[in-house]
Structures are given as structure tokens and as C-alpha cells.
Antibody
Framework: QVTLKESGPVLVKPTETLTLTCTVS??????????VSWIRQPPGKALECLAH???????SYSTSLKSRLTISKDTSKSQVVLTMTNMDPVDTATYYC????????????WGKGTTVTVSS | DIQMTQSPPSLSASVGDRVTITCRAS??????LNWYQQKPGKAPNLLIY???SLEGGVPSRFSGRGSGTDFTLTISSLQAEDFATYYC?????????FGPGTKVDIK
């Protein structure tokens, strides 16, 4: 069974750096044509793609947030890590870790999400 | 980045109704289009991938079609458990992008 689980702080202060970890099971981060994305959703708003990392270690970032994001993976630990610098209250959201599957690159398995609040 | 739009933003419908949601991409994305359903407080769930392929376990009343820039998601006979928000998403180019969503609620 494929699962993804997000972990990280519930509360961060403005200007701090957020570090989120996604621990996957049921598949390898080296599987060809698979990857992991981080998606976020502010309260009452739409989904937003933040970053993607693929089996060949190719990475991609949201254009508007690129300067603040870093995605990396540790295959031996089955973990994908996202860091976002200079957090602001507008970054308050639920953050999801998602598996990307196949040639079409659909997002087929989602973690339950972790809610992050940015407040002093 | 490829921009995705959806219409309508929301709709009210009754159980048994046929419902169609439209999604448009700002450039051609072939059939790299996916549809997700999200219920309140839950993570999204993949319904349709590659524009028209039904994800395993998804009821056959859901169907998708389209290619290029214009796509539709149709629910042939709306059921109580289908009241939710639906998102389209392109996987043609990174960064992948979502539409703004269509909320389907009870008339």
C-alpha cells in the first residue's frame, strides 16, 4: 500500500524558515516515472503546486515562490524535504505531499496534509 | 506557467442530475489533464487522468474528455456523495498547475 505522510511544525513565526518532511512507503523514490510534489491550500482557497522532484532528481518550482523554496530527497530514508524561507502569514495553509505517477504524471496518492500557521 | 481556468465556479444541482464542468488551459496541453475531487477537510482524490482515463475505484458515472486546450468532466447522474469541489490540473509542463475549482452543492 502506497502512503505518504507529512510532518513538520504546526506553528512558525514570520520570517522563519519552514521545513516539511514527507515520508513515503510502498514505493521507492528511485522508481522510474515517479516523483513527489508538495501542494498547499490556504483556508477556503484553491490548490497550489509548490515544488516537484522526480526519480532522476530533476526539480521544479512554482514560478512565484521559486526564490524561497528548496526540495530535496533522501532515497535511503524514503523522505522528501521541502524548505520555505521567510514565512509570512499568507503562507498559512494545509501542505500536502503527493505522489506523481507515470508518463502522464498524474497525482495519484495524497498524504493527509499538515496544517501550518504563520503567526507571531 | 500554464494557466488553468474552470467554469462555472460553482453550481447547484440535484441528485440524479447530469453535471458538466469545463476546464481550459492557456496553451495546448495535449491530453495531460487530470481531475480531482475534494471534500471538506480531506485531501483531494484523483478521478480522471490523461483527460479521459478513469482512475481505479472511481465510479463509472464520472467521465472526462477533451484535448488541446478544452476539457470537460461529466457526472452522468449526481449522487449525494458527489457534492464536493472539483479541480482540473495540467501535467504537461512543470510547474504543474491547478484550476481554481468548481464547487458542486445541493440545490
Amino acid at each position: 500500500q502506497v502512503t505518504l505522510k507529512e510532518s513538520g511544525p504546526v506553528l512558525v513565526k514570520p520570517t522563519e524558515t519552514l521545513t516539511l518532511t514527507c515520508t513515503v512507503s510502498g514505493f521507492s523514490l528511485n522508481n522510474v516515472r515517479m516523483g513527489v510534489s508538495w501542494i498547499r491550500q490556504p483556508p477556503g482557497k484553491a490548490l497550489e503546486c509548490l515544488a516537484h522532484i522526480f526519480s532522476n532528481d530533476e526539480k521544479s518550482y512554482s514560478t512565484s515562490l521559486k526564490s524561497r523554496l528548496t526540495i530535496s530527497k533522501d532515497t535511503s530514508k524514503s523522505q522528501v524535504v521541502l524548505t520555505m524561507t521567510n514565512m509570512d502569514p499568507v503562507d498559512t495553509a494545509t501542505y500536502y505531499c503527493v505522489r506523481i505517477r507515470g508518463i502522464n504524471q498524474e497525482m495519484d496518492v495524497w498524504g493527509k496534509g499538515t496544517t501550518v500557521t504563520v503567526s507571531s | 506557467d500554464i494557466q488553468m481556468t474552470q467554469s462555472p465556479p460553482s453550481l447547484s444541482a440535484s441528485v440524479g442530475d447530469r453535471v458538466t464542468i469545463t476546464c481550459r488551459a492557456s496553451q495546448s496541453i495535449s491530453t495531460y489533464l487530470n481531475w480531482y475531487q475534494q471534500k471538506p477537510g480531506k485531501a483531494p482524490n484523483l478521478l480522471i487522468y490523461a483527460a479521459a482515463s478513469l482512475e481505479g475505484g472511481v465510479p463509472s458515472r464520472f467521465s472526462g474528455r477533451g484535448s488541446g486546450t478544452d476539457f470537460t468532466l461529466t457526472i452522468s447522474s449526481l449522487q449525494a456523495e458527489d457534492f464536493a469541489t472539483y479541480y482540473c490540473q495540467q501535467s504537461y509542463n512543470t510547474p504543474f498547475t491547478f484550476g481554481p475549482g468548481t464547487k458542486v452543492d445541493i440545490k
